[in-house]
């Protein structure tokens, strides 16, 4: 199984650029997420869908947008990049948020903003 | 406010040895608290989960414990190896929301 799959895995971004990351999954889960994860932090979120169509702001939304038009994919896009956006980026899903399921992880994407 | 902390926030230990790692969380109404193993530049990876129910629950040499009333969970890891080197990640969630609380993670090195 192929999980959470990410891209790119690096980037370097010029400020003012645009960019999308892009997130699949393929167990058929309803959540997903993205998160970014700066040094010595926790994960935050950014935003997150609780299905096709759905999508609602979590954390730390400003500077980014998702759309989520298929159960499989949930991009984030990246508009006019600010070197405060340098992070590591996280994308998850999970068949429910409740007890018992799994929230699984892609393997990150390094993004520099400069 | 709901927060996860987690202490220490780094370890070393030598191969062999057993460590505990400590989670302490105000996210209310609990839910459940999932601990997460993640090496470095790979991406979080699930442990075990617990509910207000258990008190204990294993996966191999990964022994986690959760006191709902005190609100404290702990991760012990038994005859640790040199992949044990990562980030334990303590994660809670609400029964209510759709957010998950993250700690900011214990980092464990193994040295031989």
């Known amino acids: 199984n192929a999980g959470v799959t990410q891209t790119p895995k690096f980037r370097i971004l010029k400020i003012g650029q645009s960019m999308t990351l892009q997130c699949a999954q393929d167990?058929?889960?309803?959540?997903m997420y993205w998160y970014r994860q700066d040094p010595g932090m926790g994960l935050k979120l950014i935003y997150y869908?609780?299905?096709?169509?759905?999508?609602d702001k979590g954390e730390v939304p400003n500077g980014y947008n998702v759309s989520r038009s298929t159960t499989e994919d949930f991009p984030l896009r990246l508009e006019l990049a600010a070197p405060s956006q340098t992070s590591v980026y996280f994308c998850?899903?999970?068949?429910?948020?409740?007890?018992?399921?799994?929230?699984?992880f892609g393997e990150g994407s390094w993004l520099t903003v400069v | 406010k709901n927060q996860v902390e987690q202490s220490p926030q780094s370890l070393i230990i030598l191969e062999g040895k057993n460590c505990t790692l400590q989670?302490?969380?105000?996210?209310?109404?609990?839910?459940?608290l999932r601990w997460y193993k993640q090496d470095t530049g790979r991406g979080p990876v699930s442990l075990t989960i617990m509910t207000f129910s258990e008190n204990t629950k294993s996966n191999g040499r990964y022994t986690a414990t959760l006191d709902a009333d005190t609100k404290q969970s702990s991760l012990h890891i038994t005859a640790s190896q040199l992949s044990d080197s990562a980030s334990y990640i303590c994660?809670?969630?609400?029964?209510?929301?759709?957010?998950?609380?993250f700690g900011t993670g214990t980092s464990l090195t193994v040295i031989p």
């Open positions: 994660v809670v969630s609400a029964s209510t929301g759709n957010q998950f609380y």
């Open positions: 869908s609780v299905g096709a169509g759905i999508t």
């Open positions: 989670c302490n969380y105000t996210v209310s109404p609990f839910s459940n």
């Open positions: 167990m058929n889960h309803n959540y």
């Open positions: 998850a899903s999970s068949y429910h948020r409740g007890s018992g399921n799994t929230i699984y």
